[in-house]
């Protein structure tokens, strides 16, 4: 499990999992209560998946801030 998590698709899957169990719970049962904070809740980990989404960005942008876009343009 522990290797499963620390890659970024690993992640991805794990919280999209639990994002689906809880809206699956929704339909189990009956209390308005619990319906409401399983809501909350599935709600809360789809923007924690997108937040991570953001948040790989940041490397190829600090990659091409420092490399450049990698194009060898020279005209002659």
């Known amino acids: 499990m522990d290797a499963y998590l620390t890659s970024y698709a690993g ?3 794990f919280l999209k999992a639990l994002c689906y169990g809880f809206k699956f719970v ?7 209560e619990k319906i409401e904070k399983c809501k909350v809740f599935s709600s809360e980990l789809s923007n924690c ?6 948040l790989d960005y ?3 942008i ?6 450049g876009l990698g194009l060898d343009v020279s005209i002659v």
């Open 49 to 54: 998946r997108a937040i991570l989404r953001f």
């Open 26 to 32: 929704t339909c189990l049962t009956k209390d308005p």
């Open 58 to 60: 940041i490397p190829v």
């Open 62 to 67: 600090n990659d091409i801030r420092t490399n």
């Open 11 to 13: 992640r991805d899957k």
